[in-house]
């Protein structure tokens, strides 16, 4: 994913993006500036708005039992292998705070900041999240409990998920911050479960995002779960962030 380091005034018709979910106190609306003087200066946010094909768009056929990872774009779906993590996941497990000093917009260190997602689990995950030597981690999709993304508000935590090459996360709920930051740069869909499927699925399980049909199916288990539907956040993602949406939209000018 290639990034050009940009400051775009935001447009007066580009307020306000609501996930489905009521889960969330706040409610994790997106809301922007709506005067024309006032601008974003998120650093991830800013560093994204050129994506034209997204990280983890890997295939364009969709794989049904395979755990290769793959997605497929005429309608939304992931499918590879699982990555499970309990509650209250914060911002310095995802990325901790002295791999900060990466910027985005440079390619290798793009690289590097996905290298090191989820670094800052405790010892208790056995499991790395990307294995040691690696840039990529082999888990298109993290299922965690409850306030994933918790903490401080650095824009790396979406980013360097997306640059590690997952396409997803599925949570119970959310910190406000790390939805909005998801959406806004487009790295990951940050999607919501019905229940706890951080208790139902086990880190290494196939599994299959419909996102048309807002379901998650466990092929390793057999089990279906519901999703609540992502909304017009969606479209957003899938433009590769908010600024990318604006110029698909014509709300700004393209380059």
């Known amino acids: 994913m290639a990034f050009t380091t940009t400051t775009t005034t935001t447009p007066q018709n580009l307020t306000t993006f609501t996930s489905s979910s009521h889960k969330l106190t706040p409610s994790h609306s997106l809301t922007f500036p709506t005067h024309p003087t006032q601008t974003l200066t998120s650093r991830a946010i800013s560093t994204s708005i050129s994506t034209s094909t997204r990280i983890h768009t890997l295939s364009t056929t969709r794989a049904t039992s395979s755990p290769s990872s793959s997605t497929t774009s005429a309608e939304t779906t992931f499918h590879g292998l699982c990555y499970v993590v309990g509650d209250n996941i914060d911002t310095d497990q995802i990325i901790p705070a002295e791999y900060l000093t990466l910027v985005p917009s440079k390619p290798d260190?793009?690289?590097?900041?996905?290298?090191?997602?989820?670094?800052?689990?405790?010892?208790?995950?056995?499991?790395?999240?990307?294995?040691?030597?690696?840039?990529?981690?082999?888990?298109?999709?993290?299922?965690?409990?409850?306030?994933?993304?918790?903490?401080?508000?650095?824009?790396?935590?979406?980013?360097?998920?997306?640059?590690?090459?997952?396409?997803?996360?599925?949570?119970?709920?959310?910190?406000?911050?790390?939805?909005?930051?998801?959406?806004?740069?487009?790295?990951?869909?940050?999607?919501?479960?019905?229940?706890?499927?951080?208790?139902?699925?086990?880190?290494?399980?196939?599994?299959?995002?419909?996102?048309?049909?807002?379901?998650?199916?466990?092929?390793?288990?057999?089990?279906?779960?519901?999703?609540?539907?992502?909304?017009?956040a969606g479209p957003v993602i899938e433009a590769g962030g908010i600024f990318a949406y604006a110029r698909k939209t014509g709300m700004i000018p393209s380059r």
């Not at 086990?202 to 909304?231: C, F, P, Q």
Request: glycine share 10%; with cysteine.
């Open 109 to 232: 260190e793009y690289q590097k900041l996905g290298s090191y997602a989820l670094i800052g689990l405790p010892s208790s995950y056995a499991t790395r999240f990307v294995e040691p030597g690696e840039l990529k981690t082999k888990y298109t999709v993290i299922i965690a409990g409850s306030n994933f993304g918790c903490g401080s508000s650095r824009e790396h935590a979406p980013v360097a998920l997306g640059a590690s090459g997952t396409a997803a996360v599925v949570a119970e709920s959310y910190a406000r911050i790390f939805f909005r930051n998801s959406v806004a740069t487009g790295e990951v869909y940050p999607l919501e479960s019905e229940g706890r499927l951080c208790e139902e699925c086990r880190t290494g399980d196939v599994v299959t995002i419909e996102m048309k049909e807002s379901k998650l199916i466990n092929h390793t288990t057999g089990k279906e779960y519901v999703l609540k539907a992502i909304g017009d």
